[in-house]
């Protein structure tokens, strides 16, 4: 066991098992104190590595994770104290790998219940190697101003009331990490402070004793006097006992046991620690308060008296010029994270996305205001969550028909075209299905599938503008642009696209009115005059049909409907269908297991 300080200001450790309240809570002390670097040197989080982000004040820094202990003693030499968070399982064979490394000195162990055969072995090994044990079922300890462990102390509010941020003259021992609490909160108001202050766990065999540390305290010059609260169970107290009938502790001790009410049962009473149970007379909260009375030690005659106890021998000691006056200072203000400020309302923080489709907050998303169940229940389709979703608003259902409609007959146009080309090549190459359909959607443009907004655009404006068909398409040569959707590699006048076909049918028995298409047609009997490939394609049929949806249901300004065709909803349209077509390639080249075919850019023409 130590003979002196374990803790100093430059004291760093490594936290096992990965929690981030009692790591942060540890640096936020760390910026209190006014450190210059943070007490946390690595983490060791079993079969993880990197960095995890926390805060050092205002700044964000990365504390290194390791995946075993011997790495991270080897990353860090230097942090002598191991922090272990590890279950009750685990707890003793880490805690004992983590001793045997050279570099660690204190090993803190917060778990309950380890077993005590496994606690004896730690306890053994760690003295017979002049190592320190705290805990088990310990919360740790304190350096006031220097290092704390993990959650001791208790919140930053708590640690300012107590005046924990710079050092004091007391140095305190206990078993229970809840009482040191309200311990060092005692301290504070009544003496100049705490210095140190160590919970050795509620276990019955803890890592070290109260002596052990009372005998710290009395080699620590700037401690001037201890201050010890045991409990009724086991004999600890007593090596205190006869440490102080041998002299060896020359500093005023304050002490009180806790558990006097135990006399007042009947029967025998586990109070909440492990070890807080009395096995006879000798282990009685009163038989030990006498025997500390008798060897020297300060006893009040109850827990409500023992501020006064602590208070009038640190008096005492101030009259005799023994302490000097702490000069007191004003801690940092520790930066509040911004979710748990937004909470309490103390500040606005703007949002980076705005949303006006959907909302997951309730008990269930919404599709534009619309609940799933509601979807759901009401049998709507994926044309109608696409009117949610896209338009934000519950269209007719000829709409949604029409916009399923457009799905189902763009779903696929064969294994040739450029985009379920590109699809199968990628398919064949082995790559991811993501990769594949990427691949294929990439090659949507004015010249494959992408020319619905085009077409609704041109249309729709040479309409508007009262053009006929021959002012229109004259125009559209004038500018060097080609009527879109409009033109056929296959179909012909005599042998039309059936899709087109279909989807005019469909309109013209549900819409309540097909001006644009209609117009469209005009066009189609135009150009068809000049060439008999230049018949309406798909492309053309939805984006005039779109049209007459958007202006025929009533549901949109003109505005909207402009702004639609701008920002290409209706590509969007083609997107999804195309999508369902090419994922089903993929599928296909990955079931047929067929190798990669022959580039067609290994047949070139090679010219000067």
């Known amino acids: 066991m130590a003979t002196g300080q374990i803790f100093s200001r430059t004291t760093q450790a490594l936290f096992y098992n990965y929690k981030q309240l009692p790591i942060q809570r540890m640096l936020d002390f760390d910026f209190l104190c006014g450190r210059e670097t943070p007490s946390v040197a690595g983490i060791i989080n079993p079969g993880a590595e990197g960095f995890q982000k926390l805060f050092f004040g205002q700044e964000e820094i990365a504390i290194p994770v390791h995946s075993t202990i011997e790495a991270a003693c080897a990353a860090h030499p230097t942090a002598d104290v191991f922090i272990n968070f590890a279950s009750f399982r685990s707890a003793a064979a880490s805690s004992k790998l983590a001793l045997k490394q050279p570099t660690i000195r204190v090993v803190a162990i917060i778990a309950e219940g380890v077993p005590e055969?496994?606690?004896?072995?730690?306890?053994?090994?760690?003295?017979?190697?002049?190592?320190?044990?705290?805990?088990?079922?310990?919360?740790?300890?304190?350096?006031?101003?220097?290092?704390?462990?993990?959650?001791?102390?208790?919140?930053?509010?708590?640690?300012?009331?107590?005046?924990?941020?710079?050092?004091?003259?007391?140095?305190?021992?206990?078993?229970?990490?809840?009482?040191?609490?309200?311990?060092?909160?005692?301290?504070?108001?009544?003496?100049?402070?705490?210095?140190?202050?160590?919970?050795?766990?509620?276990?019955?065999?803890?890592?070290?004793?109260?002596?052990?540390?009372?005998?710290?305290?009395?080699?620590?010059?700037?401690i001037k006097m201890i201050v010890v609260l045991g409990e009724l169970g086991g004999r600890d107290e007593y090596s205190l006992v006869e440490a102080l009938k041998s002299g060896k502790i020359s500093k005023p001790v304050c002490a009180w046991v806790s558990g006097t009410c135990a006399t007042l049962f009947k029967s025998e009473v586990q109070f909440g620690h492990a070890g807080a149970k009395s096995g006879g007379e000798m282990e009685s909260a009163q038989a030990k308060n006498q025997a500390l009375k008798d060897a020297g030690a300060v006893v009040p005659t109850s827990f409500e008296s023992f501020e006064t106890s602590i208070k009038e021998t640190y008096e005492k000691l101030a009259e005799e010029?023994?302490?000097?006056?702490?000069?007191?200072?004003?801690?940092?203000?520790?930066?509040?994270?911004?979710?748990?400020?937004?909470?309490?309302?103390?500040?606005?923080?703007?949002?980076?996305?705005?949303?006006?489709?959907?909302?997951?907050?309730?008990?269930?998303?919404?599709?534009?205001?619309?609940?799933?169940?509601?979807?759901?229940?009401?049998?709507?389709?994926?044309?109608?969550?696409?009117?949610?979703?896209?338009?934000?608003?519950?269209?007719?259902?000829?709409?949604?028909?029409?916009?399923?409609?457009?799905?189902?007959?763009?779903?696929?146009?064969?294994?040739?075209?450029?985009?379920?080309?590109?699809?199968?090549?990628?398919?064949?190459?082995?790559?991811?299905?993501?990769?594949?359909?990427?691949?294929?959607?990439?090659?949507?443009?004015?010249?494959?599938?992408?020319?619905?907004?085009?077409?609704?655009?041109?249309?729709?404006?040479?309409?508007?503008?009262?053009?006929?068909?021959?002012?229109?398409?004259?125009?559209?040569?004038?500018?060097?642009?080609?009527v879109p959707g409009i033109g056929h590699r296959i179909k012909r006048g005599d042998n039309r696209d059936k899709r087109v076909e279909l989807l005019q049918l469909f309109a013209r028995t549900n819409f309540p009115s097909t001006k644009y298409m209609e117009y469209a047609v005009e066009v189609e009997t135009y150009t068809l005059s000049k060439s008999n490939n230049l018949v309406m394609n798909v492309d053309g049929a939805i984006g005039t049909l779109f049209m007459d949806l958007l202006s025929g249901s009533g549901m949109f300004s003109k505005q909207e409907i402009d702004e639609i065709v701008n920002i290409g909803y209706l590509n969007g349209l083609f997107v999804l269908a195309r999508s369902i077509g090419l994922i089903g390639h993929t599928f296909d080249q990955k079931r047929l297991k067929q190798p990669l075919y022959r580039h067609p850019w290994e047949d070139v023409l090679y010219t000067k």
């Open 117 to 222: 055969s496994d606690t004896k072995e730690l306890i053994s090994y760690a003295r017979s190697n002049n190592k320190v044990v705290i805990g088990p079922a310990t919360v740790g300890g304190i350096q006031a101003g220097a290092f704390k462990i993990g959650d001791t102390a208790g919140t930053i509010d708590n640690i300012i009331q107590c005046k924990l941020y710079r050092p004091g003259c007391v140095g305190f021992v206990s078993k229970s990490g809840g009482m040191s609490n309200e311990l060092y909160n005692t301290i504070a108001r009544v003496t100049d402070g705490l210095y140190e202050g160590i919970a050795i766990g509620g276990d019955v065999f803890p890592g070290s004793t109260l002596s052990d540390h009372v005998l710290r305290f009395n080699n620590i010059p700037q």
């Open 321 to 482: 010029g023994k302490i000097a006056p702490v000069k007191e200072i004003t801690p940092p203000q520790i930066p509040e994270d911004l979710n748990s400020a937004i909470k309490s309302g103390k500040v606005r923080a703007p949002t980076h996305i705005i949303s006006t489709i959907s909302d997951d907050r309730g008990e269930e998303p919404c599709y534009a205001g619309v609940p799933m169940s509601t979807i759901v229940e009401k049998g709507m389709g994926v044309g109608d969550v696409i009117s949610l979703l896209w338009f934000k608003r519950s269209l007719p259902r000829y709409c949604t028909q029409f916009i399923e409609i457009c799905i189902m007959l763009c779903a696929d146009h064969g294994p040739c075209v450029s985009g379920a080309h590109n699809t199968i090549v990628t398919a064949r190459a082995g790559k991811d299905l993501v990769s594949c359909l990427v691949s294929g959607l990439l090659t949507i443009g004015p010249r494959f599938g992408g020319a619905v907004d085009d077409a609704a655009r041109y249309f729709k404006d040479a309409y508007d503008r009262n053009l006929t068909p021959y002012e229109f398409v004259e125009s559209m040569k004038k500018k060097g642009i080609r």
